[in-house]
């Protein structure tokens, strides 16, 4: 049974730092690429970054980039999110998505399997 598990969110006043943790079982990470998406209060679901199965390379939202980091740890078969300067407009479910090979996609739907988020509430 595969198993995607958040952890890390919780309360943050603004320009503070989280780090998000994407903890997998029943599945090797090393043939996935992973995101990590946020859907905030009346907001779509949308993509912040996304980390390659093949060669780790990276990409950011435009509204994340200089701010956060994603990196995955196979060893440990856990994908982090390093989030600093955080803004109030970023207060979210965040939720990490696996989709098995190479790419990455910024439709939802290609993703195989979903965590069930983990809540990040930016406010002072």
């Known amino acids: 049974q595969v198993q995607l598990v958040e952890s890390g969110g919780g309360l943050v006043q603004p320009g503070g730092s989280l780090r998000l943790s994407c903890a997998a079982s029943?599945?090797?990470?090393?043939?996935?690429?992973i995101g990590w998406f946020r859907q905030g209060p009346g907001k779509e679901r949308e993509g912040v970054s996304y980390?390659?199965?093949?060669?780790?390379?990276?990409y950011y939202a435009d509204s994340v980039k200089g701010r956060f980091t994603i990196s995955r740890d196979n060893a440990k078969n856990t994908v982090y999110l390093h989030m600093n300067i955080l803004k109030p407009e970023e207060t979210a479910v965040y939720f990490c998505?696996?989709?098995?090979?190479?790419?990455?996609?910024?439709?939802?739907?290609?993703?195989?399997?979903w965590g069930q988020g983990t809540q990040v509430t930016v406010s002072s």
């Open positions: 980390i390659s199965s093949r060669d780790g390379s990276t």
């Open positions: 998505a696996v989709v098995y090979g190479t790419s990455w996609y910024a439709d939802l739907y290609e993703y195989d399997y």
């Open positions: 029943g599945l090797t990470l090393d043939y996935y690429t």
